[in-house]
């Protein structure tokens, strides 16, 4: 079954610098996503894309914030200048078509991010 | 008031019981409705769709009450694997964005 997968799995940083996380989304796939999880919080929308743009995002996707799919495979999500708030899990996800509707995503399982 | 609101539980529940769930959302003109399913640790999965009829899927069953603004998840027979956390999760809008619940944890007890 195909899969999304996320690299790498665990990833430790400082305070202030930047950082990558990188997804391969499922080939067929449209449109690509970025969640991030707090330990312990709820799962937050971060930025949805597709067509080679972002076509929504949330109040936590700022300046800070960048995505790009730089080949036909990838998709990353960079923090230019990490925050201890920056902490968590992030999660990549795609699907076929885009959400308004009942279409499925598919999750990867996801990078988790320590900023000391 | 809160988008998607869940009971975080926790649900201790005894094997081969019957547990279910609700999760109440604010926007009455939310489009969408899932269930989704996430282990410790882990990604959430998607577990069932929910429809304006009901629907069902071996074990478990979802409901939408449009009216009162809460969907439901009945688990029946529950198993062992069952334990995790459910999400609720919401799409309105028509637009690519989702909002999920803060989930409730569910154990299984032997």
């Known amino acids: 079954e195909p899969e999304v997968t996320q690299t790498p799995s665990h990833q430790v940083t400082q305070m202030g610098q930047e950082v990558i996380l990188r997804c391969v989304p499922i080939?067929?796939?449209?449109?690509f996503y970025w969640y991030r999880q707090i330990l312990g919080q709820k799962v937050e929308f971060l930025v949805s894309?597709?067509?080679?743009?972002?076509?929504?995002k949330s109040e936590i996707f700022d300046d800070q914030f960048s995505v790009e799919r730089p080949d036909g495979s990838n998709f990353t999500l960079k923090i230019r200048s990490t925050k201890l708030e920056d902490s968590a899990m992030y999660f990549c996800a795609s699907s076929e078509a885009g959400l308004a509707g009942w279409e499925t995503q598919y999750f990867g399982p996801g990078t988790r991010l320590l900023v000391l | 008031r809160k988008e998607v609101e869940q009971d975080p539980g926790p649900f201790n529940v005894p094997e081969g019981a019957t547990v279910a769930f609700n999760c109440t959302y604010s926007n009455s003109a939310s489009q969408s409705f899932f269930w989704y399913r996430q282990d410790c640790r882990k990604e959430p999965k998607l577990l069932m769709s929910v429809y304006s009829s009901g629907n069902e899927d071996g074990r478990f069953t979802a409901q939408l009450n449009r009216a009162s603004q809460y969907i439901s998840l009945l688990i029946r027979d529950s198993k062992l694997s069952d334990s995790a956390t459910y999400l609720c999760?919401?799409?309105?809008?028509?637009?690519?964005?989702?909002?999920f619940g803060k989930g409730t944890r569910l154990h299984i007890l032997p």
């Open positions: 894309f597709y067509n080679n743009e972002i076509s929504e």
């Open positions: 999760v919401v799409n309105w809008n028509r637009d690519d964005k989702i909002i």
């Open positions: 080939s067929n796939h449209l449109y």
